[in-house]
């Protein structure tokens, strides 16, 4: 805090270093200590720190154009990227809207399904976050603390338990899958009928709620649910998006296809850009000035953009988080055979989880633990993050483009790290 006596003490902050310059994968402090960067800033800087393709595209663009902004007409690396962007998802999601961050996103995906629809409904999940913006904020139900002291939110808003496998059932999926559906129909039945509900809104992996994936079966139940009544599905893969998976998109695991995708984070490498993705009927139908941003899809973050999608494709980074996650879960599984207080480790991909308990037991919680192995981690060099209600899960976020050796040596100075902490 003293480091930054102007800012505000509002914003939550992991760590209290001053961070001075990356390179890679290496975040460095204003004292030349390096770290091996497994947070990427929240899954922001998916390529790493510096990367040249990147940068040059970044460094090109700023020369070339800054503006204009996107309601004055059309610039080249706006339009390509959403040509290339599309390309990567399937028929029908072809139209793509862009803004500045994750939350924006949905909110957009909010207005949009509510317009298209003529419906007032939204339904979100226990456990999901979408950002700090009002609409966001209301579908947001990672932490009280999130919404306390703002309500009333926007009106119309329902929540549904998340499908989390671990540990309400004791990692079994298809149960979890099931006991959800069926408190969805219930939710049907007795509180919101189906025929006023516009959009269902879920994250295929939950990020901030704890890294729990939606087993398959849900998300292919949601998109039976949502074909049944008229309701239009958005995928939120603001976090998971753009390979972190082992799949371009999480959805993708399931093998449906949604009527809205959030985009954000991952897509410029760190410059502010996300988009709305949906097909072009949706957003004709949404209609021309129902939605407008000013600084939305600038052409700098998306000639970074061009460049991330160019890089994940030639550098095969999505077959590379999918390898390179069977490696680090296979890594921590090797730790918590030795060391009861792992209660879970999940997937997929680059996007693990390790859940940290008092007890396996009881899977009660163990957040002051986390909290004390995510220290400790940084003071031997790696960084990585905490999620769940608790904190109690440790997060793994590590670049696209990791390495097998970088991998194992996360995996070793973690260990070690959990080792050095005594159990109370
Ligand atoms: C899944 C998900 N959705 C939305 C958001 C909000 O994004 P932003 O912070 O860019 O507004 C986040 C941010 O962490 C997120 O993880």
């Not at 499908?163 to 979890?176: T, V």
């Not at 189906?194 to 704890?210: D, F, N, R």
Request: glycine letters at 12%; proline letters at 6%; one cysteine or more.
């Amino acid at each position: 805090m003293d480091n930054a006596p102007n800012l505000t003490p509002v914003l939550g902050r992991y760590f209290e270093r001053t961070w001075s310059h990356g390179e890679g994968h290496r975040l460095y402090d204003t004292d030349g200590k390096a770290y091996l960067d497994f947070a990427n800033g929240i899954a922001v800087t998916a390529l790493g720190h510096g990367h040249p393709r990147v940068n040059a595209a970044i460094h090109a663009q700023v020369d070339r154009l800054l503006g204009p902004i996107s309601a004055v007409g059309y610039t080249e690396p706006v339009s390509r990227l959403a040509t290339e962007l599309a390309a990567t998802l399937p028929d029908p999601l072809d139209s793509v809207f862009f803004l500045n961050s994750g939350a924006e996103a949905i909110d957009g995906a909010l207005k949009l399904v509510r317009r298209v629809t003529g419906r007032p409904g939204i339904i979100a999940f226990r456990g999901g976050f979408h950002g700090r913006t009002f609409g966001a904020t209301s579908v947001t139900t990672s932490n009280v603390n999130y919404r306390t002291g703002y309500e009333p939110l926007v009106p119309g808003v329902y929540i549904a338990p998340y499908p989390a496998a671990y540990p309400a059932f004791g990692g079994d999926e298809e149960a979890a899958s099931a006991a959800c559906l069926a408190a969805l129909r219930s939710l049907f039945d007795a509180v919101i009928a189906p025929s006023e509900v516009a959009a269902m809104l879920i994250e295929p992996v939950l990020g901030e709620g704890g890294y729990n994936p939606a087993p398959a079966t849900f998300l292919r139940g949601l998109r039976e649910l949502c074909d049944e009544h008229g309701i239009l599905l958005i995928i939120d893969e603001v976090q998971t998006g753009l390979g972190r998976t082992g799949r371009m998109w999480a959805f993708e695991h399931a093998g449906i296809v949604p009527d809205v995708v959030c985009v954000a984070k991952a897509i410029a490498n760190g410059l502010p850009l996300s988009a709305i993705v949906s097909s072009r009927d949706l957003q004709e139908r949404w209609g021309r000035s129902a939605h407008g941003s000013t600084y939305g899809g600038n052409p700098v973050a998306c000639a970074a953009g061009l460049a991330v999608l160019e890089t994940i494709r030639e550098d095969r980074l999505v077959e590379n988080a999918a390898e390179r996650g069977r490696e680090l879960v296979a890594g921590i599984g090797r730790i918590a055979a030795e060391d009861e207080r792992i209660g879970d480790i999940r997937g997929p991909g680059l996007m693990v989880g390790v859940e940290l308990v008092r007890n396996r037991e009881t899977s009660e919680p163990d957040g002051a633990l986390a909290d004390r192995l995510m220290a400790a981690s940084a003071d031997a060099g790696l960084l990585v993050l905490l999620c769940g209600r608790e904190h109690q899960v440790v997060r793994w976020i590590p670049p696209l483009n990791v390495t097998a050796a970088e991998i194992a040596e996360a995996v070793e100075i973690f260990g070690e790290s959990l080792a050095s902490l005594p159990a109370d």
